[in-house]
């Protein structure tokens, strides 16, 4: 898909009425209008960005059952949120660019990684063929030990399909039981799947898998024997978490499955898919 250019969104921004048309023919495209009181098709249109209905003629937001109706900001601000979003500009930086308060731009911008994570949770899909699996920590530096062991670090599981998705999980720990049950239950039996030397990887070929594994003590890559690609995921996530300067742990999950999503994504029309997201659009 083709990016949603800036020109593109300077036109639908135009006008508050612009901004609106271009929402409702979306949800209307996406899952249709319904009045939410007598469930009837026929409307027309009043001031303010409500609609009447043509039945029971009661006025309403067309947009109150979805995303964009848990935070009160106009049709042209949530378009520009949407737009600064999918560029990764800071909530703080966005609420400046916007005029609203750095609370409501951060609220924005929480509604949009939760309708990600709840499109990640609907279309969850399973992993085949050649697949690299490997632990990653994440938190602020700490004294003391790093790496596997650490304290005080959210531990994130990632599979990645070659060719294919990334998929991560936080976990409670990296035992034999956590990883194996997490592999089982995301990838399809048969599969290649290339790990480090953790013990805790010891038991997938007892779990009809092909296990090969890479001594990086040593070296990297042996042939096609490497997890190059889940590592790259990686560095790719906490390049960009790192400019948050700290994410609240019940927050992290929207964070790290949002670097899952722009990973999986970065050839598509980010800003067309969140949109889609939040009028609650099946796929």
């Known amino acids: ?40 098709k026929e409307f027309y249109f009043m001031s303010s960005g409500r609609i ?35 560029l990764e500009v800071s909530a703080r930086k966005a609420g400046i660019q916007l005029g609203v308060s750095y609370p409501t731009a951060l609220k924005g911008f929480d509604i949009l990684r939760s309708a990600i994570l709840q499109e990640l949770s609907r279309s969850d899909e399973i992993l085949k063929g050649e697949i690299e699996a490997d632990e990653s920590y994440f938190g602020g530096k700490r004294k003391g030990k790093r790496g596997r062991g650490a304290g005080g670090k959210t531990i994130v599981f990632g599979i990645l399909e070659r060719g294919g998705k990334v998929s991560v999980k936080i976990v409670k720990d990296v035992s034999a039981d956590t990883l194996i049950n997490e592999t089982v239950a995301k990838v399809r039996r048969g599969s290649i799947v290339y790990t480090d030397k953790w013990k805790g990887y010891d038991s997938l070929m007892f779990c009809g898998y092909r296990h090969l594994n890479i001594d990086h003590g040593c ?16 560095s790719f996530a906490k390049e960009r978490l790192i400019k948050h300067h700290g994410i609240s742990k019940n927050k992290f999950l929207l964070y790290i499955k949002e670097m899952e999503w722009r990973y999986n994504n970065r050839d598509y029309n980010l800003f067309e898919l969140l949109v889609k997201y939040m009028l609650g659009a099946d796929n």
Request: hydrophobic residues 35%.
């Open 52 to 86: 009447r209905c043509s039945n029971c003629k009661i006025d309403y937001n067309p947009f109150f059952d979805t995303g964009f109706g848990r935070l009160r900001m106009s049709c042209v601000s949530w378009l520009l949120l949407i737009k600064l979003f999918e």
């Open 219 to 234: 070296k990297f890559k042996q042939g096609k024997v490497c997890i190059n690609g889940v590592e790259g995921f990686w």
């Open 1 to 40: 898909m083709d990016i949603m250019e800036l020109h593109q969104l300077v036109g639908l921004c135009r006008s508050e009425t612009d901004a609106f048309e271009y929402l409702f023919q979306k949800k209307k495209e996406l899952i249709g209008n319904f009045c939410p009181r007598c469930r009837g």
